[in-house]
């Protein structure tokens, strides 16, 4: 059974910084692109960042780029997603995905929320 389990949020005030985690089990995700998504109160989930279990290009919504880092460690089966200069407006939910071809996983969400 594949779960991906999100970790790490919490209250921040602006510009303040918090690492979101993501530990992956149930299955080999070494094709998989893992992202991390986000949705805010009354808004549509949206793609934060990406990249490929097996390393090479990493990606970012305009908003968070130079502020957010994804990475990730093979040997936890762990994906992380660095938040630094945090905003208010990056209050939201956030969701850790796993995608390959027709699979598409998703943990529960970890809430973040930053202060003005």
């Known amino acids: 059974q594949v779960q991906l389990v999100e970790s790490g949020g919490g209250l921040v005030q602006s510009g303040g910084s918090l690492r979101l985690s993501c530990a992956a089990s149930g299955r080999t995700f070494s094709s998989y692109r893992m992202g991390w998504f986000r949705q805010a109160p009354g808004k549509e989930r949206e793609f934060v960042a990406a990249?490929?279990?097996?390393?090479?290009?990493?990606y970012y919504v305009d908003s968070v780029e130079g502020r957010f880092t994804i990475s990730r460690d093979n040997a936890k089966n762990t994906v992380y997603l660095q938040m630094n200069s945090l905003k208010p407006e990056d209050t939201a939910v956030y969701y850790c995905?796993?995608?390959?071809?027709?699979?598409?996983?998703w943990g529960q969400g970890t809430q973040v929320t930053v202060s003005s």
């Open positions: 995905n796993a995608h390959w071809g027709g699979d598409d996983y």
């Open positions: 990249c490929m279990w097996s390393g090479g290009a990493t």
